[in-house]
């Protein structure tokens, strides 16, 4: 079982910066698949970002691409998602979510992850 837990989210002036994390329990988290996704009210829940369990392999949806990055450390069990140049379409809560996979695997789906964390408001103004 693994649990995650998000931090980090808040209200911010469009342009600015944010730094979400994501906190995972367990000892397989080197293991893991990590994604951010993220949702707005009455949208889908959609990818935004994703890492291998190496940290070698990274994708961002085409978005957030040249804006956000995603970074973990397997050390501390916590991965990161750098938020910047924000603007109000990013607005949303944002999800942490885990999965078991190959070392070098991404992936895209939502339905790929088993484990998802409670979310973090991110509202971007004006």
């Known amino acids: 079982q693994v649990q995650l837990v998000e931090s980090g989210g808040g209200l911010v002036q469009a342009g600015g910066s944010l730094r979400l994390s994501c906190a995972a329990s367990?000892?397989?988290?080197?293991?893991?698949?990590m994604g951010w996704f993220r949702q707005a009210p009455g949208s889908e829940r959609e990818f935004v970002a994703a890492i291998s369990g190496s940290g070698g392999v990274t994708d961002y949806a085409d978005s957030v691409k040249g804006r956000f990055t995603i970074a973990r450390d397997n050390a501390k069990n916590t991965v990161y998602l750098q938020m910047n140049s924000l603007k109000p379409e990013d607005t949303a809560v944002y999800y942490c979510a885990a999965a078991a996979g190959p070392r070098d695997s991404i992936y895209y789906s939502k339905y790929e992850y088993a484990y998802w964390g409670q979310g973090t408001q991110v509202t971007v103004s004006s």
């Open positions: 367990g000892r397989t988290f080197s293991r893991n698949v």
